[in-house]
C-alpha cells in the first residue's frame, strides 16, 4: 500500500502564489508517474501536473505557464503562480506504480480576495 499526504493549500487573493507539497510513503519500488489532479466543486477532476519517471512534467492546458511542478523521488511539489478564483479546488496528489493508482486525501486552494 501505499499513502499520499499532501499539504500546503490555504486562502490566497487573486494574483497570489501557494506551494503545494506531497509526500508518499509504504511500500514503494517503481513509481511510474506521481503528480497533481484538481476538482472544483460541480465539474470533473482534471490534470494539472504529472511528471513520469524520468520527471517530465505534462501540465493542463488550464495551468500551462503558471504552476510548475518538481518531483524528488517520493515527493512532488507544486509552484502556483497567479492563482484566479477559476484555480480555486481540492488538490489531489496523484501516483502510480506499476497496475495500481493512489490518490491523497486532497488538500483545499481558495482564492479570494
Known amino acids: 500500500q501505499v499513502q499520499l499526504v499532501e499539504s500546503g493549500g490555504g486562502l490566497v487573493q487573486p494574483g497570489g502564489s501557494l506551494r503545494l507539497s506531497c509526500a508518499a510513503s509504504?511500500?514503494?519500488?517503481?513509481?511510474?508517474?506521481m503528480g497533481w489532479y484538481r476538482q472544483a466543486p460541480g465539474k470533473q477532476r482534471e490534470l494539472v501536473a504529472v511528471?513520469?519517471?524520468?520527471?517530465s512534467p505534462r501540465y493542463g492546458i488550464a495551468v500551462k505557464g503558471r504552476f510548475t511542478m518538481s518531483r524528488d523521488t517520493a515527493k512532488t511539489y507544486l509552484q502556483m503562480n497567479s492563482l484566479t478564483a477559476e484555480d480555486a479546488a481540492v488538490y489531489y496528489c496523484?501516483?502510480?506504480?506499476?497496475?495500481?493508482?493512489?490518490w491523497g486525501q486532497g488538500t483545499q486552494v481558495t482564492v479570494s480576495s
Open positions: 496523484y501516483l502510480q506504480q506499476e497496475g495500481n493508482v493512489y
Open positions: 509504504g511500500t514503494i519500488f517503481a513509481i511510474n508517474n
Open positions: 511528471a513520469d519517471r524520468y520527471g
